[in-house]
């Protein structure tokens, strides 16, 4: 079961003390493989009975199509385009996120408020403002990160996509050489990602690997987190309100 | 080994260029694909293909809106912004890119047109020095042939219609490919092109073609070893979402 617990305060319409399905978060660099990953994932927990949701940033019925455009502008300021996404991110969790789990379902998220953290912070806007802004985040069951360096993540960004204008942070830095601007946005992007990982618990795994390697250990991973999922209590149970203790712990605010 | 600046990249630059029909694009595939097999890591480029220029350039051959000069520079944009987008990082990472048609497209095109060779060379100064530049000679008859068999009506500035050659599209075709062709003989000897006989059999152009471009493959950056394919005989899975996440990469991209 997923425990209701947030990074800040619980937001309101959100009820009970936790859901039988589980919240899984693949975070890592654009090009690590994290979609090559989570495609292979969604059929291993199926063929294992599993029912799976898979989602990621922009695909919000509510935000994502407005994001798209606003991005093709390029003239977005970090804390409006920041605030797109978190639209877009409540309104997932919301309306994707929360049924599938409440129905017992796996939700799969490719990339979840790590990287939307960490992409603010390079560009200048405070850790802690971003940290606050998503303090309705739901705490998810396991965030298993894949690690690289950009020595490695090199070959796969260019056998795949090729260079983005954000992910090789274009939109801010100075250079008009695309690989020198790739490779400072990465390794700064990875340090920080590396900060919230230690800071967050995340499962590390080392992407530099081959991807039978790679996914092992994350097939590995999810099993313990999805064990027992036949076993757990029943849905009206768990939709009990929290204790006392438990809601203030979640609501401190209100004392 | 390609360079730009002076500076030398880790990666290695081989260009295709010649007239339509001369069967470049043909063998230039085949080469892609076997660097590929090769585990080679390859980035192709196409003349012309600017994600964000090429819109503005079809609006104006669709209109019949560009004049020499206009041409040449919508050509140049194009090229410009796929150097410093595509060709550039990946060869500063090390890959290898394959470029269907290249600066000597806009030389031969735009001499053709009146531009001055000069102006021309000093436009496209930030290019960057391919390792092999290959050119398919062909002779006119038979790419006006190979042409008009597989596509029946000409586009405008495809058949040099801007240039009053001639009234009839074929007709003016044949006399535009003629004077790129007599462009293209200039630029062979001012920058060492390679000229294959596109003539010959397509077997033999691509093992000529594959002996000339190995000896520059030493120290190339390789892809990664372990296959999605190893994954799913592994894990016994079939890939039901693979096809999906691709598709929706492409489209992205």
Known sequence: MTELKFYGDRPPGIEGRALPGRLIVIEGTDGVGRSTHIALLKEWLEDRGIAVLDTGLTRSELAGPGIKRAKEGNTLDPFTLNLFYATDFWDRLERQIFPALRAGMVALADRYIFSLIARAVIRGVSPEWMEDLYGFALVPDCVIYLDIDVEHLLPRVISSTGFDYWESGQDFLPSTSVFDTFVEYQTWLLDEFRRLASRHEFHVIDARGSVPEIFRAISK??????????????????????????????????? | MSSYNGQELRGRLFVVEGIDGSGKSTQLDLLHKWLMSQGYLVVFSEWNSSPIVKTTTKRGKKRHLLSPVSFSLIHAADFANRIHAEILPALQAGAIVLADRYVYTAFARDAVRGLSKDWLRRLYSFAVKPSLAFYF????????????????????????????????????????????????EQLVKEFDLVRMNATDTLVRQQKQMRELVMPHLKGVMRADGGSIRDTLKEQGLRGRYLLETLRKKQAQA
């Open chain 2, 137 to 184: 000679d062909v002779p006119l008859d038979e790419a006006v042939h190979r042409i008009m068999e597989g596509r029946p009506a000409l586009k405008f500035y495809e058949a040099g219609l801007d240039l009053e050659l001639a009234d009839d599209p074929e007709e003016s075709f044949r006399i535009y490919q003629g004077m790129i062709r007599a462009e293209y």
């Open chain 1, 221 to 255: 991973q999810v099993e313990e987190v999805v064990a027992g999922m036949g076993q757990d209590a029943p849905i009206v149970e768990l939709l009990e309100e929290p204790s006392a203790e438990a809601a203030s712990a979640t609501l401190p605010h209100l004392e």
